[in-house]
C-alpha cells in the first residue's frame, strides 16, 4: 500500500472527500516527521514509537574495489513496533 | 515530550480544520488502515516518510542473557521501518 491507496481507503471508510483526506494522512506524516527532525520521540498505542538514534562513523572498505572509506556518524530513527500490530503481523 | 496519539489528534483539529471527534476518528482510521495492510503482509511505503515492511524470520537458538537458558525462537514476522532518503536528510541537517 503506498500513500495514495492510504488516501483513498481512509476517504471511503470516513466517507470524507478524497480532498480532506488527503489534507489529514499528509497532516499526520508531517508532524511525523517533523517530531523526528526535532529529536522529539513519537509514541503511538498499539502502532509503535520512533526514536532519533546517533550511530557513529566507521573506516570501511569498499568490498569491490577495497579503497578505504570514512562513513561518517548518522542519525537515524528506529523504529519499535507496538504490541497490537506486533502480534497482528506474527498471527 | 513525545509526539503521542492525543497530539497527533489535537493538532489535526488546527491545522485541518476538523472537528475533535472526526480529527479522532480520521486519525484512527489513518492507524487502522495501516495496520491492517502491515497484518495482510503487505508493506506500507509512505514517500518522504519511510517504508514498512514484512519479514519473516527463520527460527533460531536463542538465548536468555540473564537465565543463560538456551531457548529456541520459533519463526515469525516482523515489522521493519527504513527512512526515506529524504526524511534521514532533514534529520542530519542536511
Redesign the interface.
Known amino acids: 500500500?503506498?500513500?495514495s491507496q492510504?488516501i483513498e481507503?481512509?476517504a471511503k471508510?470516513?466517507n470524507?472527500t478524497l480532498k480532506?483526506?488527503e489534507?489529514?494522512?499528509n497532516?499526520?506524516?508531517e508532524?511525523?516527521?517533523d517530531?523526528?527532525?526535532q529529536k522529539?520521540?513519537?509514541?503511538?498505542?498499539?502502532?509503535?514509537?520512533?526514536k532519533?538514534k546517533f550511530y557513529n562513523g566507521y573506516k570501511g572498505r569498499n568490498p569491490k574495489t577495497g579503497d578505504l572509506i570514512k562513513v561518517d556518524g548518522?542519525?537515524?530513527?528506529f523504529?519499535k513496533?507496538g504490541k497490537?500490530?506486533?502480534e497482528?503481523?506474527?498471527? | 515530550?513525545?509526539?503521542?496519539?492525543e497530539k497527533?489528534i489535537s493538532?489535526?483539529q488546527t491545522?485541518?480544520g476538523?472537528s475533535k471527534p472526526e480529527s479522532r476518528?480520521?486519525?484512527e482510521?489513518?492507524?487502522d488502515?495501516?495496520?491492517e495492510?502491515?497484518?495482510q503482509?503487505?508493506?506500507?511505503?509512505?514517500?518522504?516518510?519511510?517504508k514498512?515492511s514484512?519479514r519473516q524470520k527463520n527460527a533460531r537458538r536463542g538465548r536468555n542473557p540473564q537465565t543463560k537458558e538456551n531457548l529456541i525462537l520459533r519463526a515469525?514476522?516482523?515489522?521493519?521501518?527504513k527512512?526515506s532518503g529524504v526524511?534521514?536528510n532533514?534529520?542530519?541537517g542536511d
Open positions: 500500500m503506498n500513500k492510504l481507503a481512509l471508510a470516513e470524507i480532506k483526506a489534507m489529514v494522512v497532516a499526520v506524516f508532524n511525523m516527521a517530531a523526528l527532525v522529539e520521540r513519537i509514541e503511538i498505542r498499539g502502532f509503535g514509537s520512533f532519533v548518522k542519525k537515524l530513527p523504529f513496533v497490537e500490530l506486533r497482528r503481523v506474527d498471527r | 515530550m513525545a509526539l503521542t496519539k497527533l493538532r489535526l491545522q485541518v476538523l476518528s480520521t486519525v482510521r489513518v492507524l488502515i495501516m495496520k495492510s502491515l497484518a503482509g503487505e508493506d506500507l511505503l509512505i514517500s518522504g516518510f519511510g514498512f514484512v515469525r514476522k516482523v515489522v521493519v521501518f527512512t526524511l534521514r532533514l534529520i542530519n
